[in-house]
Every structure is written in C-alpha cells, then in structure tokens.
C-alpha cells in the first residue's frame, strides 16, 4: 500500500494537492521566459509546486533545472555548482556530460571526475582563478539554449544563501546585468524560505535584484482542499475520517502543508476503522513530543526580553508591542527594545512579520510554548 501522507521531502502526484492557480501562473511565466520569484515559510511547498511545474511542462522544447545553493558559502561553490547543473540536467545521456562540458567551458579548463556509478553523477571542477571566466559560466544556459533550440528555466532553490557571499551585492549586480539580457531563451525562478533575507533581496529599490520578476508569495493550502485531500486519503486506504476531524487537523496545524501532511500520519497510525477524538489527542502529542528537543533549543537561545515577547504573541497579541499596558504586562522594558526584539526573532525565523502583523512561524511551536509557558489555548 502507498504511503497515505508524506511529509519531510518535496511531494507530489497523489500526494499533492490544490495550488491550481499558482501552477497555472508559474507554468505561464516558465512558458513565456517571465522571471519568477516564489516566497514563502518554510515547509509551505515551494519545491514542491516547483518540480510539478517542471515536471508537466518537460514534454514541451521547454527544459528546467533545477538547483539548490544551500551548501553554497562563497560565489566560487555557486559557480561550481551552477555549472555542473546545468551541464547535466540539459544533457540527455551521461555521454553528453563531458562532451558539453568541453564545448561550452574549454575556457574554464574543467576537470570532469566520476564516481563508482559514472552514469549517475559527476564531478566539476573549474579553475576561477581568472575572474573574468566567471561570465562564461553564467551564459552557459544561453549558450546551451541557443545550441539546442530550446527554451530553459533555471530554478534556484534557497537563493536568499546568495546575500552571505562576500561582496555579495556586487556579486548580484553581476547576476542580474547578465540574466536580464538572456530572456529570449532563458528565465530564472529563484526562491527560498528565509522571507525576511529574500523581501529585501527583492523588494528593495537600492538592491540589484530589485523588480527583477513576477513575485509569487506562497498562500496557504485552504482548509476545503485540504479536507477533501485527508478524507480522501484516508478512505483510498480504508479508513473513515469525518469531515469534523479533518478540519480539526488543519485547524491545530494552521493549514501549514507539512504539518498537516505529518499530522494526519500520526492520526492514520493511530485508527483502526474510524478517526475518534482521542486519535487525534493522542497524534498531536506525539507531534510535540517529537519536537521538543528541537523546540527546548529554540528557547534555549533566546533572552528574557525576547521569550516574553513571544509570550505576548501566544497570547493573542500581533501588534501594538510598545504600548505601555503591553510593556509592562510582559515585562519587556522600553519600547525602544521592540524593534531590537522583532529584528532578532525575525532573522532567527521564529517569528513572521507581514503587513505589521507578528505571528509565530512555526505553529507547532507555538502550540508547544503555550503548553510549556502555561498559556490557554
Ligand atoms: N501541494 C501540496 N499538497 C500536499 N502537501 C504539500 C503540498 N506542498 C507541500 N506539501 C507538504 O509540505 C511538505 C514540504 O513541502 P516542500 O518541501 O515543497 O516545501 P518548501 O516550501 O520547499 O520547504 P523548505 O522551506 O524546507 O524548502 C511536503 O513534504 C508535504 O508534506
Ligand atoms: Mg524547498
């Protein structure tokens, strides 16, 4: 039998569900070489909607590579990376891989090595010595795109990494004087979790990347589409889940994607014929359970100030941080430490702040810090 939930890695087929409308647009832009930037919290499901984008439109003289820079820390690790991607994704055997190499980087002298399974991957390595060089790998796509008569979209996963290089925004200004000049043949659709790093990447009129695409902020899967996509789950693997039980998921998770994937798991495990109460009482503390020690860490690093901002926000409060009755009830000082306090819980992604208004991140931590700062639900 299939897994009836899946959580933990991108999804897909069965497993994927709603985000028509996104699909639709992305598709649209990867089409028509629209530059395209997706944000959103981690775990929503930007890889996800990613590579099913990808994967429909890959019949068509359309090709996307995809590529993620996490483990990138200097440019030199992205232009490695970058190469080699490119180079393997748009070749159709594992023949080609040394062939393209040596037609479109004979400047850069690579040096291509295997592993014990040469058909699966290989190893690039590009002496950066001469800087100037580094353009040839940039126009590789094009220069790709045109040899082939093909359109190509290259996605770039965790790109906000980009803004920890040194000299990091030279670096962009370079990225961005050369893609923009490539949009006949090739797009880029860049993205990544970390919204605060990827908001002033994007949004800000003095950075390079500035209205460099279409911005897509990820939304969450709505409460409807997710309830058919539980109880269907669970009756294609013979078991009963009422429609009761499946809001009551989304709504102790948030709607966040991989959350409810997880939950539902947990609950799946637990049902013999038919989901009851307790089942889901039950998943949800192993849900907690799971985390905590992750969630202990969390608070393990945070000051005084900081934890009892956050008590203020499990306790309903979004905004208005610096009036007095506020100040004094958390005990969080002067007003003058609220935006110290925002600043540092938002670079280290606990909290989210949009249009002014703060919420928790991640809502299975909250629900563990209202349990463990006794806050009532
Ligand atoms: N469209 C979807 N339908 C059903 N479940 C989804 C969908 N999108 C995401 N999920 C759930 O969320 C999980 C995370 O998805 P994904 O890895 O695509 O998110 P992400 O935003 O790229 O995460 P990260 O921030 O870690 O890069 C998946 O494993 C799955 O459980
Ligand atoms: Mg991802």
């Known amino acids: 039998m299939d897994n009836p939930f899946v959580f933990g890695a991108a999804t897909h087929g069965q497993w994927f569900t709603d985000r028509e409308k996104d699909a639709k647009r992305l598709s649209a832009n990867f089409m028509h070489g629209i530059n395209t930037i997706i944000i959103s919290p981690r775990r929503w499901g930007k890889t996800s909607l990613v590579l099913k984008v990808a994967k429909e439109l890959s019949e068509k003289k359309l090709k996307v590579v995809n590529i993620d820079i996490f483990s990138c820390r200097t440019q030199e690790d992205f232009y490695q990376i970058f190469a080699k991607e490119v180079i393997k994704q748009t070749s159709n055997k594992f ?14 002298t690579p040096k291509i090595s295997f592993g014990s399974e040469p058909t699966l991957d290989f190893e690039l390595s590009i002496d950066f010595t001469n800087k100037q060089l580094n353009e040839d790998v940039l126009s590789l796509p094009q220069k790709i795109a045109e040899s082939k008569n093909m359109k190509i979209v290259i996605c770039i996963d965790e790109f906000q990494q980009i803004s920890e290089f040194k000299d990091a925004v030279i670096f962009q200004k370079k990225l961005r004087s050369i893609w923009q000049l490539q949009s006949q043949t090739v797009s880029y659709c860049l993205f990544g979790s970390k919204k605060h790093l990827l908001n002033t990447l994007f949004s800000k009129p003095s950075m390079p990347f500035y209205k460099f695409g279409d911005i897509i902020l990820l939304q969450k899967i709505s409460t409807t589409d997710w309830i058919n996509y539980i109880c269907k789950r669970f009756k294609q693997t013979g078991k009963k889940i009422p429609e009761t039980m499946a809001v009551k998921i989304c709504y102790l998770v948030d709607n966040h994607s991989s959350y409810v ?16 109460e307790n089942n889901i009482k039950t998943a949800l503390d192993d849900l907690l359970n799971q985390n905590s020690i992750l969630f202990y860490n969390y608070v393990e690093g945070l000051t005084s100030l900081q934890i009892n901002f956050l008590r203020a926000i499990a306790n309903g409060i979004n905004k208005n941080f610096s009036h007095k009755e506020v100040l004094t009830k958390y005990n969080l000082g002067n007003s003058a430490n609220i935006a110290r306090i925002k600043k540092s819980l938002e670079n280290k ?29």
């Open 95 to 108: 023949e080609e891989w040394v062939e393209n190499t040596k037609k479109f980087l004979s400047n850069l």
């Open 261 to 276: 994937q997880q939950l539902s798991w947990l609950v799946w495990i637990r049902t013999e014929k038919e989901v009851f």
């Open 349 to 377: 992604e606990i909290i989210d702040i949009s249009n002014g208004i703060i919420t928790f991140n991640d809502p299975v931590f909250l629900l563990w810090f209202k349990k463990e700062f006794g806050i009532l639900s």
